[in-house]
């Protein structure tokens, strides 16, 4: 079991910068991989970056090059660095841990952090 809590939303004008947090209830170290997601109003979650335990990254097209996200093992959090907003990065933001184990791997997410740009 992996309990997430993230943190770091807001309110922020376009062109901005947020740093979202995810902090994790255990070692990171044995978490496989971590994310952050995202859900607009009336549109499906999807994946903005995720970091694996061994330090590999991936992005989604539309926020590579502005969003970094990277993690602090000695604190068990993953970060998400947000630069150069938009309006169309106006979401819920979720953190994700998946984890390995006998029968497969399993995904825990967190309760999320609205993130809002205005425009």
């Known amino acids: 079991q992996v309990q997430l809590v993230e943190s770091g939303g807001g309110l922020v004008q376009a062109g901005g910068s947020l740093r979202l947090s995810c902090a994790a209830s255990?070692?990171?170290?044995?978490?496989?991989?971590m994310g952050w997601y995202r859900q607009a109003p009336g549109k499906q979650r999807d994946m903005v970056a995720s970091?694996?335990?061994?330090?590999?990254?991936n992005y989604a097209d539309s926020v590579k090059g502005r969003f970094t996200i990277s993690r602090d093992n000695a604190k068990n959090t993953v970060y998400l660095q947000m630069t150069s907003l938009k309006a169309e990065d106006t979401a819920a933001y979720y953190c994700k841990a998946v984890v390995a184990g006998l029968k497969g791997y399993s995904d825990y997410w967190g309760q999320g952090t609205q993130v809002t740009v205005s425009s």
């Open positions: 255990r070692s990171i170290f044995s978490i496989d991989a």
């Open positions: 970091i694996t335990n061994v330090g590999s990254t």
